[in-house]
């Protein structure tokens, strides 16, 4: 059954780093809990093949903006690459551009695709400045 009572803090660590999520307390003001609670300008980016690397998507968006962190995802069984990738930029400008000209660009004899990540708000931001990004078609299924 599902607990709907609100999470306040989680800690642990990943990699060796600890983890602390924010609190729910507004008057909580850390600089973790304001570093979370900015919005995140990442990107999906799919039909990658699987011997593509984070170090190449990096490098290949880079050429865009400044990329902040490249997280491909793998099968939770087998450690595999499952073909896609999510890119966070440090500006929503650069990220915005990066859907807009890497779509269809060609890295290890795949054509990328590449469009807004489903945790994004990049998509909305693009309303409403106006951009038509509708020819950039991709799947993005994820992203956190």
């Not at 924010?22 to 995140?40: A, G, H, I, V, W």
């Not at 073909?83 to 990220?95: K, L, R, S, Y």
């Not at 915005?96 to 990540?117: Q, T």
């Amino acid at each position: 059954m599902w607990n709907s009572n609100p999470i306040t803090a989680v800690t642990g660590t990943t990699a060796g780093a600890p983890l602390v999520l924010p609190s729910s307390n507004p008057s909580s003001t850390t600089n973790t809990t304001n570093t979370l609670n900015q919005p995140k300008h990442d990107i999906f980016v799919g039909n990658l093949a699987f011997t593509t690397t984070e170090e190449q998507i990096h490098q290949a968006f880079s050429e865009i903006g400044h990329v902040i962190k490249v997280r491909m995802v793998s099968d939770i069984e087998t450690g595999k690459p499952r073909g896609f990738a999510f890119v966070e930029f440090e500006d929503p400008q650069a990220a915005l551009s990066a859907i807009r000209n890497m779509n269809d660009y060609e890295l290890n004899g795949r054509k990328l695709r590449v469009n807004f990540s489903n945790s994004s708000h990049l998509e909305t931001l693009a309303g409403q400045l106006g951009m038509d990004l509708s020819s950039a078609v991709g799947g993005g299924t994820g992203g956190s």
